[in-house]
Nanobody
């Protein structure tokens, strides 16, 4: 079955960096758009970043644009989210997701990981 497993979360001080990774299995990775989402307590799950099948087209939520970078390695079936200049408001559970069809910027993805906690605090 399809599995998406996130790693790399943790506690970081404001202004710091973290790199999240997501390992995919049980699917033909290059057939899927990949996205990162987050959900803070009391909030809806929101789109953070995503990219096309080849990785050539990337999309970001406005508040992370310029601070976060999404990338994928189609030889390793992984997708990464490099997060720099982290802010307390970035604190959330971060989820990796896969979607077969366009568009990238939607919450209607087909498969989801279990999530990894990111906490930005001094």
């Amino acid at each position: 079955q399809v599995q998406l497993v996130e790693s790399g979360g943790g506690l970081v001080q404001p202004g710091g960096s973290l790199r999240l990774s997501c390992a995919a299995s049980g699917l033909t990775f290059t057939d899927y758009i990949m996205g990162w989402f987050r959900q803070a307590p009391g909030n809806k799950r929101e789109f953070v970043a995503g990219l096309s099948w080849s990785g050539g087209d990337t999309y970001y939520e406005d508040s992370v644009n310029g601070r976060f970078t999404v990338s994928r390695d189609n030889t390793k079936n992984t997708v990464n989210l490099q997060m720099n200049s982290l802010k307390p408001e970035d604190t959330a559970v971060y989820y990796c997701a896969a979607r077969r069809a366009w568009p990238v910027v939607t919450t209607l993805y087909d498969y989801w990981g279990q999530g990894t906690q990111v906490t930005v605090s001094s």
